[in-house]
């Protein structure tokens, strides 16, 4: 923590004095008895049930405790990715089709490597085949095996076949594919691989492990972000006075709650601070305080679905902390969904010792995967000088095309204004008029969409443009700028239809706005949800008869 807020300007004191030599020995010690006394207030407060020395024998049983968790997760898991291929295909040949934003096939043929280098490099099936074909048909490839996890039919075979086909899409994929949410699937996934194949068979106590720390470094991580980063929004605790206003795809509960008063968003600022620097701990606490970190943890990912759209995220993080359960908390579900094994006293030990050479090469892996994940969180709070030196790159060239292990800084920094890029065209040069997005901010009076799980990656993606208008490289808003132009059916369905010309136009430029949200009365009023104020234009419009492609 010290080296959190060192690295913060107005912080530097603080590390300084953290750093002295007696300072660090008491805080040492403090740091002890806080711990110990919070070991035995939770111990108290969450009792665990039997006595000490029943501690072996419960021991011995712990990793049978988990068939029904594991298998709980692996359905939910396929219900994910049913959500996530789903949203794909209707939008993935826009993304990166032949004539898409993104072209996968001028992605890879950038690539002059061989054989199993590129494939290292950019790990994806579209080497073999990169048609337009292969970029749909992958999509209900992936529905057919997410259906497949979610029945429990060869729940690994479907396992290994969509980390497989999903990591394809994501390396080339390119800025639509680079969310942490797209991370923490495949990284999930890969721990998913560790599970048994047989739900009889009880999950490795490391694989367990490995999902609780996913967990943890989810909120911890961004909790460290937003010390870091968040100097002049979360620190002062102003932050979510204006997140649901500069949120990337704004949502309707997210407007009604940008209406509460002043010192709600600044509770809700610290207790965000909090949930995520220390809420993190009841992770590792006996089970009654897993099962509040559950609760707590729940509430708090509903909270976001209801007031923002960030796809599938949300869902899947629920997914992750169901390892925070175990069968005496799922004992209440059927058992045609936890398997029959969802009782905690059907557990068995030696079913889940019948491979021992299989479960020892589990743990191997699990161990190898819990060393790369220090080795992320080290670079994250260590900073970029340390990721820099040459031995760590070459190693972090290994695993990293693979994301197997990810770094997480959810919202680190909030902007507090909201600035919307609108691209408008013209017949004659005098009169321009916009296209409208359908999920972006644009018209005064359209309320905010309800749109999540479902994520429109291109609506999504533009929040980020504008955040970079000052430099950049933004090669799919180009493309999308020349489709315009001269393709223009190839890109409509990311518009309104009313606002779309009925021939192509004749120039396109772009406008800056600052949105803000009006109050309820301002809404009852006048019938608008947005106030917007013009920023400027597009140094430049763009002649739909240049014969060079565009450069916004």
């Not at 988990?66 to 794909?88: C, N, W």
């Not at 795809?249 to 949930?275: D, E, K, M, N, V």
């Not at 901010?441 to 999540?452: C, D, E, K, Q, S």
């Not at 920023?535 to 763009?542: A, I, N, R, T, V």
């Amino acid at each position: 923590m010290a080296g959190a807020f060192g690295v913060s300007p107005g912080w530097q004191w603080l590390r300084a004095v953290l750093q002295a030599r007696g300072v660090r020995a008491i805080a040492y010690t403090a740091y002890r008895l806080v711990v110990r006394c919070c070991d035995r207030l939770l111990r108290g407060a969450f009792p665990e049930g039997p006595p000490r020395r029943e501690a072996e024998a419960m021991r011995a049983a712990e990793s049978g405790d988990y068939r029904p968790t594991a298998r709980l997760f692996l359905r939910a898991l396929g219900l994910v990715y049913l959500i996530v291929f789903a949203s794909l295909a209707v939008q993935v040949h826009l993304l990166i089709g032949s004539d898409g934003l993104l072209p996968v096939r001028d992605f890879l043929a950038g690539d002059q490597g061989d054989g199993i280098s590129r494939f290292w490099r950019f790990p994806t099936l579209f080497w073999l085949w990169d048609g337009d074909v292969a970029v749909r048909g992958g999509t209900i490839l992936g529905l057919a095996l997410a259906l497949g996890l979610t029945i429990g039919w060869h729940s690994k075979s479907c396992l290994a076949g969509l980390w497989l086909l999903f990591l394809s899409y994501v390396t080339v994929g390119r800025d639509f594919f680079w969310f942490q949410w797209d991370n923490l699937l495949v990284e999930s996934t890969t721990l998913a691989l560790l599970l048994p194949a047989s739900p009889a068979v009880a999950p490795h106590p490391w694989v367990v492990f490995l999902f609780r720390w996913l967990l943890f470094r989810l909120l911890f991580e961004s909790g460290l972000a937003k010390v870091q980063g968040g100097v002049q929004s979360w620190l002062p605790l102003t932050a979510m006075a204006y997140y649901y206003e500069t949120a990337p795809l704004p949502s309707l509960g997210g407007w009604y709650a940008h209406q509460l008063p002043l010192w709600i968003h600044r509770w809700t600022s610290a207790l965000t601070l909090l949930g995520e620097l220390l809420g993190p701990l009841l992770i590792w606490g006996p089970r009654g305080a897993r099962r509040l970190a559950f609760v707590m943890y729940a509430g708090f990912q509903i909270a976001i679905q209801a007031t923002a759209n960030y796809g599938y995220f949300n869902i899947l993080s629920l997914v992750i902390s169901l390892f925070l359960l175990d069968a005496r908390d799922l004992a209440w579900l059927p058992q045609r969904v936890v398997g029959a094994h969802a009782t905690p006293h059907a557990n068995g030990p030696a079913q889940g010792a019948r491979v021992p050479a299989l479960r020892w090469l589990v743990g191997g892996a699990a161990w190898v995967i819990f060393l790369l994940t220090v080795l992320e969180l080290m670079v994250l709070v260590a900073g970029p000088g340390v990721a820099a030196s040459r031995v760590l790159v070459a190693v972090r060239e290994i695993y990293l095309p693979f994301r197997v292990v990810s770094k997480y800084h959810l919202f680190a920094a909030i902007d507090p204004n909201r600035v919307e890029a609108e691209i408008q065209w013209t017949m004659d040069g005098q009169e321009w008029r916009p296209y409208h997005f359908h999920y972006k901010p644009g018209p005064l009076h359209r309320a905010p969409p309800i749109v999540a799980p479902h994520q429109p990656r291109v609506d999504f993606q533009l929040w980020f443009f504008t955040l970079g208008r000052d430099g950049g490289s933004h090669a799919y808003f180009n493309t999308l700028v020349r489709r315009l132009c001269t393709q223009p059916a190839r890109v409509q369905q990311l518009f309104e239809q009313d606002s779309f010309p009925e021939r192509p136009p004749g120039a396109i430029r772009v406008a800056y706005y600052r949105y803000g949200m009006v109050d309820l009365a301002t809404r009852d009023r006048a019938g608008i949800y947005w106030m917007r104020e013009l920023l400027g234009y597009s140094p430049q419009g763009y002649p739909c008869d240049a014969p060079a492609p565009p450069r916004f």
